[in-house]
Nanobody
């Protein structure tokens, strides 16, 4: 069993920045891919970013490429999502996910999920 706890969400004006954190416990964090997804009201959960177990490889959705940065600190069992140049379209609940394989955009490839943290961007 893995527990994931996100933090760092909040309200920000367009153009602002936030950094999300996701602390993991319960399994060897450093062996697994981690991902971030987001879900806006009435929409499906969408892939945002993923990072390999070592942190060497990352992958981003086109909509956030160049603005968001995923990183991890295996010593702290924590994955981060630095979000810059936020727009109202980034408003959503953000979820971190713990995966069993390589980097993937598929939500069903991730085994455990956090409870989500809300990000609201106003214009």
């Amino acid at each position: 069993q893995v527990q994931l706890v996100e933090s760092g969400g909040g309200s920000v004006q367009a153009g602002g920045s936030l950094r999300l954190s996701c602390a993991a416990s319960g399994r060897t964090f450093s062996s697994y891919t981690m991902g971030w997804f987001r879900q806006a009201p009435g929409k499906e959960r969408d892939f945002v970013a993923a990072i390999s177990w070592s942190g060497t490889n990352t992958y981003y959705a086109d909509s956030v490429k160049g603005r968001f940065t995923i990183s991890r600190d295996n010593a702290k069992n924590t994955v981060y999502l630095q979000m810059n140049s936020l727009t109202p379209e980034d408003t959503a609940a953000y979820y971190c996910a713990f995966g069993g394989g390589g980097i993937t955009t598929r939500a069903d490839a991730y085994n455990y999920w956090g409870q989500g943290t809300q990000v609201t961007v106003s214009s």
